[in-house]
Antibody, heavy 123, light 112 residues
Framework: QVQLVESGGGVVQPGMSLRLSCAASEFTFSSYGMHWVRQAPGKGLEWVAVISYDGSNKYYADSVKGRFTISRDNSKNTLYLQMISLRAEDTAMYYC????????????????WGQGTLVTVSS | QSALTQPASVSGSPGQSITISCTGISSDAGTYKLVSWYQHHPGKAPRLMIYEVSKRPSGVSNRFSGSQSGNTASLTISGLQAEDEAHYYCCSNARSSTPHVVFGGGTKLTVL
């Protein structure tokens, strides 16, 4: 069974940095695009970023562009989200999600999601 | 980045049918069937219910169906059950200075 397990969340002060990880198993990680999606408290889902199966293409939501960097290590079956200059409005549950189709980019079809890791930005 | 527009809430009684709309689908996304729907129960991971406008993943009940007309996609749930009570989100691609994915604002379904 496909598993996605996020980690790295926590409480940080505004302006600080944090790196999230998403460990993938039971599928050929290196063949699928991967996404980060977040949900702020009491709000809806917000797409954050995508990375292609081979890491060669990356796209970001305007709200995080220039502050967040998505990356992957296919040898470790792990997806990352490096977040710098964090703001209060970045407080959210962060989910990683797998593309439904192999070698797709920017498909809105996510067939597996992790349980999420909570990031709280507060002074 | 423009969001897709969904009603904030819908409700129905057990056994009834409801439809949730999602307005703002781009012409390209419509042409290439780049529309999906997710069910989200509090504290759980979102679940893919519909992809490519109207296809159901394995394991999703045939009570769930999707369609699209023009720039509006719709999710219909027939034979409402108590466990259908959740938030539902549409998702698609959107035109912008850079390619991206966008979610609708979400619809809270209440089963009365």
């Amino acid at each position: 069974q496909v598993q996605l397990v996020e980690s790295g969340g926590g409480v940080v002060q505004p302006g600080m940095s944090l790196r999230l990880s998403c460990a993938a198993s039971e599928f050929t990680f290196s063949s699928y695009g991967m996404h980060w999606v977040r949900q702020a408290p009491g709000k809806g889902l917000e797409w954050v970023a995508v990375i292609s199966y081979d890491g060669s293409n990356k796209y970001y939501a305007d709200s995080v562009k220039g502050r967040f960097t998505i990356s992957r290590d296919n040898s470790k079956n792990t997806l990352y989200l490096q977040m710098i200059s964090l703001r209060a409005e970045d407080t959210a549950m962060y989910y990683c999600a797998k593309d439904l189709w192999i070698q797709q980019l920017l498909s809105p079809h996510f067939d597996y999601w992790g349980q999420g890791t909570l990031v709280t930005v507060s002074s | 980045q423009s969001a897709l527009t969904q009603p904030a809430s819908v409700s129905g009684s057990p056994g009834q049918s409801i439809t949730i709309s999602c307005t703002g689908i781009s012409s390209d996304a419509g042409t290439y069937k780049l529309v999906s729907w997710y069910q989200h129960h509090p504290g759980k991971a979102p679940r893919l219910m519909i992809y490519e406008v109207s296809k159901r993943p394995s394991g999703v009940s045939n009570r769930f169906s999707g369609s699209q007309s023009g720039n509006t996609a719709s999710l219909t749930i027939s034979g409402l059950q108590a466990e259908d009570e959740a938030h539902y989100y549409c998702c698609s691609n959107a035109r912008s200075s850079t390619p991206h994915v966008v979610f609708g604002g979400g619809t809270k379904l209440t089963v009365l």
